[in-house]
């Protein structure tokens, strides 16, 4: 891991009230690490890391029951929990695989409860699908001195996913910001990835003037710190403000069990409660950090990867988004549109950041299906050639 792998929005965020007290003078850096925050962070990334006692949390503000913490196990704590979906036809068929990857303050039971039970028998004839509990959400180890960079998240889907399943070839679907890690995974394997589905990229261009502070940008742009909708008021709590961030996570995340019976008290259990465990098992320090150093600390890369999609990578490329999503503009996927001419854009009205899929589910699945079935057959038709 490398210092460039940190967004310099963990630790330097503009405050609007010392912005408005501060006397004029010289111009700042657009950037300014000090030493100490140096070393603490090479600290940081050359210290092992200590495995926490198998049953308790490794902070006040996160839970300890046995989802959340189940990784603790010494066997669970060097990979990824993956759910994994195994072709149902007899041995012999020739199957593809495909690797789903779960947004923000999410985890695969996103996949697994809403588009896997809504494919066809075909489908899931043919079709081997992995969906993955990234680091730090779900069911996957939740070390509390990592940074969540990028970098960790990309080689432990690796090791958790290509590796230990012998990918040679797969297809990726990947939401939010998956997508990021998405991108991040066809740009390393561009001859393994046979076609890329994103759902609501977190892809906002830098404009030249903001380009020296582009972590900077996306991060205003994330997290507007607006009060209205609620959706960016989260985000802007999520991203703005650290201690705040983990009140909210001590109770909402610490608690999910106490809401999950509460939902199930007040609907009669007449409700799935999935999304309680998908949105809700997970640590700040895993949130924060994943925000910080995906989200924004890819601001400068987001462009080179589109433009590597768009020029070395033959697979096809597929983009979705709800118009009326108030956390990720649709403007997201139209620039990514924009920046890979062949990529196929379907904007859906009246769907949001989650009912894109929740709701929606079998049209999703379709959907999914025709992108594969299209992939395999451009494929053959290259193989013929």
Known sequence: MQLEDVSDTLYVRPSLLSDATKKSGPAAPSLTVSPAIAELIR????????RPPRHAAPCWSDCDCKVCHSWSASSRSSHLYVHV?????????????????????????????????????????????FAVDLLGFGRSPK?????????????????????????????????????????????????????????????????????????????????????????????SMACWYEHVSRTICLTICRHHRTWDR????????????????????????????????IICGSAGKMDSYLDVVAGQLACEVAVFHGRDDELLPVECTLAVGARVPRARVTVYDHKDHITIIVGQEKLFATELEDIWRRSAAAAAAGDGE
């Open 85 to 129: 979906q195994s072709p149902t036809t007899a041995s012999g068929v020739e199957t593809e695989d495909v690797v789903f990857v779960h947004g923000f303050i999410s985890s695969s039971v996103f996949w697994t409860e809403t588009v896997f039970p809504a494919f066809s028998e075909a489908a899931k004839g043919r079709y081997r699908m």
């Open 43 to 50: 600290g940081k990334i050359g210290r092992a890391a200590p």
């Open 262 to 293: 509460l939902f199930r008290l007040f609907t009669r259990n007449r409700m799935r409660t999935f999304l309680i465990e998908a949105f809700m098992c997970h640590t700040h320090n895993a949130a924060w950090h994943t925000l910080h150093n």
């Open 143 to 235: 070390p509390a001195d990592s940074l969540y960079t990028l970098r960790e998240h990309v080689e432990m889907i690796e090791r958790s996913v290509l590796q230990r399943y012998r990918l040679r070839k797969f297809h990726v679907v990947a939401h939010s910001l998956g997508s990021v890690l998405a991108l991040a995974l066809a740009v390393k394997y561009p001859d393994a990835v046979q076609s890329l589905t994103l759902l609501a990229p977190p892809y906002f261009p830098v404009p030249e003037e903001e380009a020296g502070a582009a972590t900077q940008y996306v991060m205003r742009r994330v997290a507007p710190r607006r009060v209205w909708p609620p959706i960016a008021f989260g985000a």
